[in-house]
């Protein structure tokens, strides 16, 4: 392909979010010309990674908002004008002079992509610039061309192709099929729409919107993981010199790609199912396409080009590596926690870049095309009759499929003769259009309405349900009868859910099943409640929407001026216990949040499928601090708990693991609304299901300051969950011994750690036994720990039907030479004891199984109703909320109240020897035993306080018996002075 034009690369920056500004994020994205460099956060000595591009776009700063419209304030700044004039306006140009054109846009969810391609409000992106251009430049034309243009709209989610202009989309989604012919790929039965100005191009736009905003809120396609493609035919028809007529045609595709997180950082890896999920497929399959293409722009021979790999990358086979001039725009998240994400797009920018394309003048003479379209049809139709020779080798399902594909290339060259009179089309899509015009922008009175939230900021304000005065207007499902004067799908929504009464200027809510989910400013609704401006309604689990009062405009205390998606999931993780607050957060515990409020509505919607398709799962979202990991990664980790609700097995699935799954399973629902019997399915590829594993009980502390004396710890230990909360008692001792493993005797204690430096060390872990408090852990217990020199984990026997196993398990941990870092260790570090319960397959409860998955979870108070109705003031947390911190800092709690206890007894045995010091005699004083009693108590560790209380006392019995020894003081060899009556160690100590 060497010789052709590569694709143009451009990126954009956009400003910091709330949560961003909130959080005071760094910037780590810097432009100068066409050049971007990124820095790395946690390596801030290291130079930043720096990529060359077409076009570097800074719109990080540098902008006053006018009346709505983001104006530059600097040079630097790029406005929506100017990222139109370098990459639509060559779009546009090429479509006029006959070439195919496309730009897609690439980027993170949340990065800006759609602000680029689409806009909001007034400021226009590149779409709809474009189109309006379009037009523009067609009424300036002068003579006797003929100007046709059409439009589409189409989504791809789980490798579903939905039509955005239609509400009815087969089962499935709409077929992607081959033309035998051009070798190129498109999608049957799409609805492409003749268009004859920009206007009606815009509602058609807001159409499909609002079509997308529907089946997001089914929870069939969440907006930041479905892909939109806008395609506009533009076609000029004029006479050639010999009188010719000659149609030069122009397909230009707009891609908004959805968001590209990294498969890894969503971390499905070890998932049983992780090749079973299309999540992202159609990214990586786009990915390995520009890197095949890449590949053969720079002269390598042989390159498989994987176009078939995705319904996504099929569409875009023209695009990419064929006749067409491609843009691409990568969109980027300036703040410092998207690090890995954003220079992931920026390293796939910079692929795209190298792949070259040859585009040619689409023009043709009219009439040879119908000619060539008929013969075609012709000769199509005659193999469709039978007249088909196959390949050899081809199997009977084979040559059926081909003559499927036969009759569909049959039906679309049919339709796009049709097409050919396109005056007729324009008429009948303007009577569509005319219906469009009553309800496009169509402004509410002066009446109370609600208003829609979504993730996608497009798709936010796109629903408008007013509320009719003097009128009760029921919420509920299609198959209500009555039929309810608000329809709403998807997920935990009743066929009489909810009812509105604006009667004596009150709008009143109110439930009208029991059972009805339904959440006002994220407190269960039950019963009447009187709405007012700005309310955050959420009917079922997906439809979020705002109360407007125009009437009545007052705002509640802590209700803010705007009320956003962002905004309202915060309400909703503090009303289910997750502190959202900001100050003090350490970088890992901002990520933990982020994801907090990413999850927790993914958790509620899958919790909705499982009562509704009555899976007996129930899922939790839970915050794992870095002491309850069994791994290298001690970060605080958001996790999901799966419980079996038959049994009571749980499952701790990690980010990733949920994301994959939940993918999975929102595909598995949609073929059950769908009436596809393919939603049944065996255990093997349920994605609810996993095979019983061992989890993780709980764990216990050993701190480790006795060994730096050469002292023994011995102690009962509190195994502590997630939630630090106590599930059992762990024996352990930690003992200074021989290369054998036989204790030291006391006189190995040592007065100062450095003493140890440079020599062998050797002590003994002796797990003796556990007691475990929850009686589904009879199947089997076993502890693992890991300690200095240790790259594995080392683990105890397992012992099967006993809630008090006991392991007497030993072993020798032995150092060749101690260094400060050993000392160290002993002196600030410990041991993790992780305890481990087996699970099994048997159910714990066999009448649990007459339950329904929502009667079983309502039993086990995971869906406790709080009467308590705190409606305002949401960012105050509510009490008992749990702070991103809090799961670290409850773990570790249990164990520093044991450490606190331990102190409280060394003092009061210090004071007891400083007391029994202080009334004997001046000539029986041994200042070094009374020191090195003193050391024995202050450093000793565990619970063996008597033990230590009775080495003192022998100590201290010696000092009436033998001289004073030697002090080992290395400053000088004298003794130690003899201490006054009133010693000043005591009152020291």
Excluded at 882 to 909: C, F, P, W
Aim: hydrophobic letters at 30%.
């Amino acid at each position: 392909m060497s010789g052709g034009e590569s694709v143009k690369v451009a990126v954009r920056v956009r400003p910091f979010n709330q949560r961003e500004i909130d959080r005071n994020a760094s910037c780590i994205i810097q432009m100068d010309g066409n050049s971007t460099s990124i820095r790395n956060p946690d390596t801030p000595n290291e130079e930043p990674k720096v990529f060359g591009f077409d076009y570097s776009y800074w719109s990080h700063d540098g902008y006053d908002d006018v009346d709505g419209v983001l104006t530059a304030t600097v040079d630097k700044y790029a406005t929506q004008r100017k990222v139109f004039e370098d990459l639509g306006q060559g779009v546009l140009d090429n479509a006029f002079q006959g070439y195919n054109c496309s730009l897609f846009a690439y980027g993170q969810t949340g990065s800006g992509k759609s602000f680029s391609m689409v806009g909001y409000g007034k400021n226009r992106g590149i779409v709809p610039i474009t189109c309006d251009e379009l037009f523009k430049s067609i009424e300036r034309a002068s003579g006797d061309t003929k100007y046709e243009v059409t439009f589409s709209m189409l989504e791809i989610y789980n490798e579903q192709v939905r039509d955005l202009l239609t509400k009815d989309n087969p089962k499935g989604g709409l077929q992607v099929r081959q033309n035998p012919k051009l070798q190129l790929f498109y999608v049957e039965k799409l609805k492409k729409v003749a268009v004859g100005s920009y206007k009606e191009i815009e509602r058609r736009m807001e159409e499909g919107t609002a079509n997308r905003t529907v089946a997001s809120t089914q929870m069939n396609a969440t907006s930041s993981r479905a892909h939109t493609v806008v395609t506009i035919t533009f076609d000029q028809i004029n006479k050639n010199e010999a009188g010719q007529e000659t149609k030069k045609s122009s397909s230009i595709n707009l891609v908004d790609l959805a968001g590209s997180e990294r498969a890894d950082s969503t971390g499905a890896t070890g998932d049983r199912l992780k090749e079973g999920a299309n999540i992202n497929k159609s990214l990586s399959s786009l990915g390995n396409v520009i890197s095949a293409l890449a590949d053969a722009s720079s002269g390598k021979k042989k390159i498989v080009v994987p176009y078939r790999d995705s319904a996504l990358t099929k569409l875009l086979m023209n695009a990419l590596g064929g006749n067409s001039k491609t843009i691409m725009i990568a969109a980027l998240s300036p703040a410092d926690i998207n690090y890995d994400e954003t220079l992931g797009t920026l390293r796939y920018a910079d692929r795209a870049k190298k792949i070259k394309n040859k585009a040619i003048v689409n023009e043709n003479p009219l009439d040879k095309l119908i000619r060539e379209l008929r013969e075609e049809n012709e000769k199509l139709r005659k193999q469709a009759e039978g007249n088909y020779t196959p390949a050899s080798g081809m199997g009977g399902d084979d040559i059926e499929k081909m003559r499927e594909e036969i009759r569909a290339q049959l039906l679309a060259n049919q339709e796009q003769m049709n097409d050919m009179d396109w005056d007729a089309r324009l008429a009948e899509s303007r009577v569509e259009d005319e219906a469009l015009k009553e309800t496009s922008g169509t402004a509410i009175s002066n009446e109370p309405y609600f208003v829609n939230l979504n993730e996608d900021p497009m798709l936010s304000g796109v629903i408008r349900l007013k509320i009719e005065k003097g009128k009760e207007m029921m919420i509920g499902r299609k198959d209500c009868d009555p039929k309810p004067d608000v329809i709403l799908t998807g997920l935990s929504i009743q066929k009489q859910h909810a009812s509105v009464k604006y009667d004596n200027d009150e709008i009143v809510l109110k439930p009208m099943s029991q059972g009805a989910k339904t959440k006002v400013n994220g407190t269960p609704l039950t019963g009447e409640q009187k709405l007012e401006h700005n309310d955050r309604v959420l009917f079922g689990s997906n439809h979020l929407y705002v109360f407007i009062n125009p009437l009545k405009p007052e705002l509640p205390e802590g209700t803010p001026k705007k009320v956003d998606w962002d905004f309202a999931q915060k309400e909703l993780a503090e009303q289910s216990g997750f502190s959202t607050l900001q100050a003090g957060m350490s970088k890992d515990q901002q990520r933990a949040q982020e994801q907090v409020l990413e999850l927790l509505p993914m958790v509620t919607e899958m919790n909705a499928v499982s009562e509704e398709l009555n899976k007996y799962r129930s899922f939790e979202l839970v915050l794992m601090s870095g002491v309850q990991q069994d791994e290298k990664d001690r970060t605080t980790k958001v996790m999901v708990k799966v419980k079996n609700l038959l049994n009571n097995n749980v499952w701790m699935w990690e980010r990733g693991k949920f994301m994959n799954r939940r993918y999975m399973i929102q595909e598995l629902y949609q073929q059950y609304l769908d009436g596809d019997e393919r939603y049944k399915r065996t255990e093997d590829n349920d994605p609810f299901y996993d095979p019983p594993e061992d989890v993780i009980v709980g764990t216990a502390n050993v701190f480790l300051q006795s060994l730096s004396y050469a002292l023994d710890f011995e102690d009962k230990l509190a195994i502590t969950d997630y939630k630090g909360q106590e599930e059992g008692l762990l024996d352990v001792c930690i003992t200074p011994s021989g290369a054998d493993g036989k204790p030291l005797d006391e006189d190995n204690f040592v007065e100062e750690p450095q003493e140890l430096l440079n020599k062998p060390y050797h002590f003994k872990v002796h797990v003796r036994q556990c007691e475990i408090h929850n009686s589904v852990h009879i199947h089997g217990v076993y502890v693992k720990y890991k300690t200095t020199g240790d790259d594995e984990s080392v683990s105890t026997k397992l012992i099967k039907a006993s809630l008090s196993p006991t392991f007497d398990h030993s072993r020798v941990v032995s150092i060749p030479s101690i260094t400060q870092e050993h000392l160290d260790f002993f002196e600030n570090g410990s041991i993790t004891f992780w305890v481990y319960a087996c699970q099994t397959t048997n159910p714990n409860d066999p009448s649990a199984k007459k339950l329904t998955t929502k009667e079983l979870r309502e039993r086990d108070g995971q869906m406790t109703v709080d009467p308590m109705q705190r409606r305002r003031n949401p960012t105050v947390p509510r009490r008992g909320s749990i702070s991103v911190s809090d799961g670290q800092m409850k773990a570790e709690l249990n164990t520093l109240h044991k450490k606190y206890d331990r102190l409280e007894q060394k003092e009061k045995r210090i004071q007891e020897i400083c007391r029994e010091w202080e009334v004997k005699a001046d000539d029986s004083k041994d200042f070094d035993g009374f020191m090195r009693a003193i050391k024995a108590v202050a450093f000793s560790s565990g619970n063996k306080f008597k033990s230590r209380v009775r080495l003192v006392g022998q100590m201290v019995s010696a000092g009436h018996n033998k001289p004073a020894p030697a002090s080992k003081s290395k400053a000088s060899g004298s003794k130690s002075p003899t201490p006054s009556k009133k010693s000043s160690v005591c009152s020291v100590m």
